[in-house]
């Protein structure tokens, strides 16, 4: 089971959908990028987590997380809501 880590506020954008094939069938994907703000509680946020949005109950399935200002003001989450791993 899941259990919650931290809460914060975050952007989500839409990057792009896609079709993949999920046990036999085809399953639609579409790619999110997730920004929060670096902090002491998001730094140790990893692929084996996953994003939940709390207005809308949707999850998301972490895939890949960078830094892309390498000073750490920023974390960016790659995720997708396809069928949830795990």
Request: charged share 25%; proline share 6%; hydrophobic share 35%.
């Amino acid at each position: 089971s899941w259990l919650p880590v931290v809460s914060t506020y975050a952007r989500v954008k839409p990057l792009t959908g896609g079709e993949e094939v999920v046990a036999a069938r085809l399953a639609g994907i579409v790619r999110y990028e997730i920004t929060v703000r670096s902090s002491s509680q998001t730094r140790p946020i990893g692929t084996d987590f996953r994003a939940v949005d709390t207005r809308s109950s949707k999850v998301y399935n972490i895939r890949a997380i960078v830094n892309p200002d390498e000073r750490g003001a920023y974390l960016i989450m790659t995720c997708d809501d396809g069928p949830v791993d795990g």
